[in-house]
C-alpha cells in the first residue's frame, strides 16, 4: 500500500536501534528520507532498498542541540514533514530506592524532550503549507502499573496527555497522535525477561502469542505520520497484541478458563 509518504523527510529520534530502527525502517520503505538522532551511532547502518538513514549526534534534552538539528535539517532539506518522538527509555528501579535526580532525568528524558523536540520542529511545520505530523511513542506502561519503572510510566502517561492538548493548540497544520507500545522483541529483551526460553514465555502470554517486532511499531507510526490518516489527531493507537490476559483467569479453577 502506498502510504504517500515518498518524498516526504521524517525525524526520527533515538532512531538508530530496537523500536527506532524499526520506524526508520518503515519511513524508507515508504519512500520517505529519513533523518534519525541519537547521542551516537548505530553499530550497524540501517538501509531498506539501498537506502540509509541521515544521523544527527543530538542530546534531545538539550534545547540548543536541539534547535540546531532541526535547523540542519530544514537547511538541508528544506522542510521537516514528519516527527516521531521515539528516544526514551528507562533502567529498572524500585521507586522508593532511586534518588530524586535518577527520577528527574527519567521524566526528562520520556516526558520533557519529546515536548522540546516538537515544539522546535511545530516552528517549522506552522511554516509550511503542508504542515506537518508528530508522532509520540508512548508505553502501555502509562495506562497500567509498571513497577520497577514507575517514573517511566508516569512520563508516558504524561506523553499521551501531551499529544491530545498539542493536538488542540497546533491545529489545524500539525497533527499529533501517540503509539502506545507493549512488549518489544529487541536486542535488550534479555535484559527484561531473561534468555531466549524467558523471551518466548513472555510472548506466550499475549493473545497474539509473541512480543511485537520492532517493524509492528514502525508501520503504525508511518500510517499515522501519512496522509491516510490526515483527519486522525490527538488519538491513542494501542500497539499490544491484545494486551496481557487477566491474572484471574489463571487463578480460577473452572473449565471454562483453560
Not at 521507586?95 to 515544539?119: G, M, T, Y
Not at 505520520?225 to 487477566?246: C, D, F, I, K, Q
Amino acid at each position: 500500500m502506498d502510504l504517500g509518504l515518498d518524498g516526504s523527510v521524517v525525524l526520527v529520534t533515538g532512531g538508530v536501534r530496537g523500536v527506532g530502527a524499526g520506524i526508520s525502517r518503515a519511513f524508507l520503505r515508504a519512500g520517505a528520507t529519513v533523518v534519525t538522532c541519537a547521542r551516537r551511532p548505530a553499530d550497524e547502518a540501517i538501509e531498506v532498498d539501498g537506502r540509509t538513514v541521515d544521523f544527527v549526534e543530538c542530546d534531545v534534552r538539550d534545547p540548543e542541540q536541539v534547535q540546531a538539528m532541526i535547523e540542519g535539517i530544514v537547511e538541508r532539506h528544506g522542510r521537516l514533514d514528519a516527527l516521531v518522538n521515539n528516544a526514551g527509555g528507562s533502567p529498572s528501579a524500585l521507586a522508593a530506592d532511586a534518588s530524586p535526580r535518577f527520577h528527574a532525568k527519567i521524566v526528562e528524558l520520556n516526558l520533557l524532550s519529546p515536548l522540546l523536540v516538537a515544539q522546535a520542529a511545530n516552528a517549522v511545520m506552522q511554516k509550511q503549507d503542508t504542515g506537518g505530523a508528530i508522532v509520540n511513542i508512548s508505553s502501555v506502561s502509562g495506562s497500567r502499573p509498571s513497577p520497577g519503572t514507575a517514573a517511566y510510566g508516569a512520563a508516558k502517561a504524561g506523553v499521551d496527555s501531551l499529544s491530545q492538548s498539542l493536538a488542540v493548540e497546533w491545529a489545524p497544520k500539525v497533527r499529533i497522535n501517540s503509539v502506545v507500545v507493549g512488549m518489544v522483541e529487541t536486542e535488550q529483551s534479555h535484559l527484561f525477561y531473561g534468555d531466549d526460553a524467558g523471551i518466548a514465555a513472555v510472548g506466550e502470554t499475549v493473545p497474539l502469542g509473541r512480543l511485537a517486532r520492532p517493524d509492528d511499531i514502525g508501520n503504525c507510526a508511518a500510517f499515522l505520520a501519512s496522509p491516510l490518516a490526515s483527519y486522525v489527531s490527538g488519538s491513542t493507537l494501542t500497539v499490544h497484541g491484545g494486551g496481557e490476559r487477566p491474572a484471574f483467569l489463571a487463578a480460577a479453577n473452572t473449565d471454562s478458563n483453560k
